[in-house]
């Protein structure tokens, strides 16, 4: 195979090494907060969960050294936006230094220099871990219209380095075809064809901001006394500035649970979206597309990374799941599901 192109690189990087007693020092040492830490998971960031003395919460953000400054830049200001914006949207807020700045650069043990930031702390249980509902999918549907909304005037003078997870790039996952347990790769490639053909024609036409482009069961916090209510919303390291349906479509893609079909699931979840941010004709024809697209996208980068880092557990864990995850992409797929998902939006199925 040859090598895929920049795009999948940083997805490729680990997340630095940060030594939990660097991590306290540069809490005391630049925020002026003392308290107990505790690692969190991250892809491509070293996160801790700081707990000061008075009770307070935060995360301690320690940026991968690949990655861009003006994104680094985009993400905060695109949080300081929502707040000025929507400050009742549950989101992070930025903690600012003594000094006024958002961030710092922190030699690491390895040589190499990171930036860290500090984040306020949100209290909930993730989506993944709580018990699914309508209820449930409807509030995450109209947090998601809400939020679109407040990003809607947001821009930022940096550009933000194509990102291997927005949808606009979907086609690069012909790239590692080659790798791919042959079950993915038969289900990967019409997808990518039918994408070629219904949406890059139309991609230059669609609406476009940036979005949160990660709106998961990971990142989608919940009360845990009222499963039902959305506590926050977090994680905006994967932010790009792409079609504002392909974020609508990764939203209703990771409705699926074992409660229900995932056309009846998703189609909480678009309803009252479509109800705060409405879809236009030509974005709900193409949803149903984009849903299988991102799916399979998720199985094809488990794969290619799997492949890439044999010894990294997290993909490992991934590939037990791969005949689980077709299935759902077969779902999907199902022109019965594009029907109703259709329907959810207020169009003709």
């Not at 700045?101 to 190499?112: D, F």
């Not at 792409?242 to 995932?262: C, E, L, R, Y």
Request: with cysteine; charged share 20%.
């Amino acid at each position: 195979m040859t090598a895929p192109s920049a795009i999948f690189d940083v997805m490729t990087i680990r997340a630095p090494a940060v030594a939990p007693e660097l991590a306290r020092d540069v809490a005391r040492r630049l925020w002026g907060i003392d308290g107990d830490l505790r690692p969190l998971t991250g892809e491509r960031d070293a996160n801790f969960r700081l707990r000061a003395a008075d009770g307070r919460q935060y995360v301690l953000k320690f940026a991968n050294p690949a990655e861009d400054a003006g994104f680094r830049d985009m993400q905060v200001a695109a949080l300081r936006h929502i707040a000025r914006r929507a400050p009742d949207l549950p989101v992070p807020r930025v903690v600012a230094l003594p000094d006024g700045g958002v961030e710092a650069p922190v030699a690491l043990a390895s040589g190499e220099t990171c930036h860290v930031r500090l984040l306020s702390w949100i209290d909930g249980l993730p989506v993944g871990l709580s018990r699914r509902s309508a209820a449930q999918r409807a509030a995450a549907g109209e947090i998601l219209g809400r939020l679109q909304d407040a990003l809607s005037g947001f821009s930022h003078p940096a550009s933000p380095p194509p990102i291997v997870w927005d949808l606009a790039h979907s086609l690069a996952m012909r790239e590692v075809a080659e790798v791919l347990p042959p079950a993915v790769r038969e289900a990967l490639l019409p997808i990518l064809d039918d994408f070629e053909a219904e949406v890059t024609p139309i991609q230059p036409q669609l609406r476009r901001q940036v979005v949160h482009n990660d709106f998961n069961h990971a990142n989608i916090l919940v009360d845990p006394n009222d499963h039902a209510r959305i506590a926050g919303v977090i994680d905006f390291g994967d932010m790009a500035e792409t079609a504002v349906v392909f974020d609508a479509a990764i939203a209703a893609h990771s409705q699926n649970g074992k409660d229900m079909p995932i056309a009846e699931a998703a189609g909480h979840m678009l309803r009252r979206y479509h109800g705060e941010w409405p879809l236009l004709p030509e974005e709900i024809a193409i949803l149903p597309l984009l849903m299988a697209t991102r799916a399979i996208m998720s199985v094809t980068l488990a794969c290619y990374h799997h492949h890439a880092q044999p010894d990294n557990d997290h993909y490992a864990a991934a590939m037990s799941r791969i005949s689980d995850r077709l299935a759902f992409v077969a779902e999907l797929r199902d022109p019965a599901t594009a029907r109703c998902l259709r329907r959810a939006c207020g169009a003709p199925s």
